[in-house]
C-alpha cells in the first residue's frame, strides 16, 4: 500500500505565498506523474499542475506564472510553490500519484490540506 501525505496548507493574505508538500511512502517502485488538484466548495475537484516523470510540466491557465510544480524523487516529494495567492485560490489542494509497482500503475491521492486566502 501507498500513502500520500500532504502539509503546508493554511490561511494567507492576499498577495502572500504557500508551499504544498506531498510525501509518498510504502510499497514504490517509481512515480510517474504527480498532480495537484483542487476542489472549491460547491465546485467540482480541478486540475492545477502536473508534472511528468521527467520533469515536463502543465498548469491550469489561471496559475501559471504564480504556481509552480516540483518533485524531489529521492524523497518521493512533489512540492507547489504558490505566490500572489488571490481569494479564489481558496480551496482544498489534493496530491495524486500514479504509482509504479510489480509492473502495474496504480493511483493513489492526498488527504487533501485547506488552502484559505482572505484578508
Known amino acids: 500500500q501507498v500513502q500520500l501525505v500532504e502539509s503546508g496548507g493554511g490561511l494567507v493574505q492576499p498577495g502572500g505565498s504557500l508551499r504544498l508538500s506531498c510525501a509518498a511512502s510504502g510499497s514504490i517502485d517509481s512515480i510517474n506523474a504527480m498532480n495537484w488538484y483542487r476542489q472549491a466548495p460547491g465546485k467540482q475537484r480541478e486540475l492545477v499542475a502536473a508534472i511528468t516523470s521527467g520533469g515536463s510540466t502543465n498548469y491550469e491557465d489561471s496559475v501559471k506564472g504564480r504556481f509552480t510544480i516540483s518533485r524531489d524523487d529521492a524523497k518521493n516529494t512533489v512540492y507547489l510553490q504558490m505566490n500572489s495567492l488571490k481569494p479564489e485560490d481558496t480551496a482544498v489542494y489534493y496530491c495524486?500519484?500514479?504509482?509504479?509497482?510489480?509492473?502495474?500503475?496504480?493511483?493513489?491521492w492526498g488527504q487533501g490540506t485547506q488552502v484559505t486566502v482572505s484578508p
Open positions: 495524486k500519484a500514479l504509482v509504479q509497482r510489480a509492473g502495474l500503475t496504480f493511483q493513489y
